[in-house]
């Protein structure tokens, strides 16, 4: 008891010090286990002026409603939550258990289906069939009436049935005019080579018959020996005769032999004496010149400014070269370069290009100032 009250006075401090606060629930919480349901109500409904929206302290209030034994105000209570909250199952479960004490199937019914979507409880499922069957009974069928018509009130007379004859009727015969003759058909003329009525014995099909039997290689017929005798060498003659081609009668030429192609000339032997191209020396100005460019490109101005340097030392008179130059030295001032790495590969082989090019740019003006080309 002592640490009930003392969790309240902890609880009751807390809700001073923050009235915004959702303490206000357990505080109530509190109140209702040590029975002191009238605080329990008011700290709920003092709490819910502030948020209106919270659906477990509205719980909370119909529960302590419940206990206090306003089933009216409770059910309210319920009600709200389901409408901020459709699947809360307390407030549905709770307000189908009030709907059936006070005898509402229809309103419990609904609560009952909502809490069973929801929670899948099949426990209830009996306590639906029931409730179903009570606000929906099966529909009772009438018994069927057969209605005998009343008798007639005029008399029916009555139809005695045909009796037929037993000696059958005999047909008429077939009117004859007076006068006529019948007129006799002529016979038919026989055609000697018609063998449509000529019988046949057939043995195999007469009912009642046996087939002859025939002794192999013996003709069924007797026939003279002269004709037998003459139809074997007419056989023997033609599995005998031998068909042989005709002999080439036509002169015939051998074909003379084909004549070979004579064989490609071989390809000529280069001599000593023969001049060969020699390869062109490679032009370091045009190559410094594409390596300058490329330099200013990529916005290395510093290693452009420098081979154009070179290339107007060699070149002194290109306008081109010197505007280019003067480009590179502006840019290399305003502009910082890229910094690169320490030991970049790429960097390396750059600079070597440039020492290569230098010393080209220093052999062709010592060149030109000794008069040797």
Same mark, same amino acid.
Request: glycine share 6%.
């Given at each position: 008891m002592a640490d009930a009250e003392a969790r309240i006075q902890e609880l009751k401090e807390r809700v001073a010090r923050a009235p915004g606060s959702r303490f206000f629930v357990p505080l109530a919480e509190?109140?209702?286990?040590?029975?002191?349901?009238?605080?329990?109500?008011?700290?709920?409904?003092?709490?819910? =002026?502030?948020?209106?929206?919270? %659906?477990?302290?509205?719980?909370? *209030?119909?529960?302590?409603?419940? &206990?206090?034994?306003?089933?009216?105000?409770?059910?309210?209570?319920?009600?709200?939550?389901?409408?901020?909250?459709?699947?809360?199952?307390?407030?549905?479960?709770?307000?189908?258990?009030?709907?059936?004490?006070?005898?509402?199937? *229809?309103?419990? *019914?609904?609560?009952?289906?909502?809490?069973?979507? %929801?929670?899948?409880?099949?426990?209830?499922?009996?306590?639906?069939? &029931?409730?179903?069957?009570?606000?929906?009974?099966?529909?009772?069928?009438?018994?069927?009436? =057969?209605? =005998?018509?009343?008798?007639?009130?005029?008399?029916?007379?009555? %139809?005695?049935? *045909?009796?037929?004859? &037993? =000696?059958?009727?005999?047909?008429?015969?077939?009117? %004859?005019?007076?006068?006529?003759?019948?007129?006799?058909?002529?016979?038919?003329?026989?055609?000697?080579?018609?063998?449509?009525?000529?019988e046949y014995e057939r043995p195999s099909i007469a009912p009642g018959s046996t087939a002859p039997r025939l002794t192999p290689g013996v003709p069924s017929r007797d026939l003279p020996l002269e004709a037998i005798a003459s139809a074997r060498r007419e056989d023997d003659e033609i599995v005998t005769r031998k068909i042989r081609l005709p002999e080439a009668n036509w002169p015939f030429e051998a074909a003379a032999p084909a004549t070979l192609l004579p064989p490609p000339p071989p390809p000529p032997v280069p001599k000593e004496s023969d001049p060969v191209a020699a390869e062109a020396p490679p032009d370091p100005l045009r190559e410094g010149r594409t390596l300058a460019d490329l330099y200013l490109q990529q916005g290395h101005y510093a290693d452009a400014r420098d081979l154009y340097d070179g290339l107007l030392t060699a070149a002194p008179g290109d306008g081109e070269l010197r505007r280019l130059r003067d480009e590179a030295a502006r840019q290399a001032i305003t502009v910082r370069p890229p910094a690169l790495p320490d030991a970049n590969p790429a960097r390396e082989r750059r600079l070597a290009k440039i020492r290569v090019l230098n010393e080209w740019l220093a052999m062709l003006q010592k060149r030109s100032e000794t008069g040797n080309p």
């Open positions: 509190e109140y209702r286990k040590a029975g002191r349901l009238a605080e329990s109500i008011a700290a709920l409904e003092d709490g819910l =002026v502030a948020q209106p929206g919270y %659906v477990a302290a509205r719980i909370s *209030l119909a529960r302590s409603y419940l &206990e206090a034994g306003k089933v009216e105000e409770s059910m309210r209570a319920f009600s709200k939550a389901l409408a901020d909250d459709p699947s809360n199952l307390v407030a549905a479960k709770a307000l189908g258990d009030l709907h059936l004490s006070r005898g509402e199937s *229809l309103e419990a *019914l609904k609560r009952y289906r909502l809490y069973r979507g %929801v929670s899948g409880d099949g426990r209830i499922d009996r306590v639906i069939a &029931e409730l179903e069957s009570k606000v929906s009974p099966a529909p009772v069928r009438p018994p069927v009436e =057969v209605s =005998v018509p009343p008798p007639p009130a005029f008399p029916v007379p009555q %139809v005695e049935p *045909l009796s037929v004859d &037993e =000696v059958p009727v005999a047909l008429a015969e077939p009117f %004859v005019p007076p006068g006529y003759k019948p007129v006799a058909r002529p016979a038919r003329e026989t055609d000697p080579h018609d063998i449509s009525g000529v």
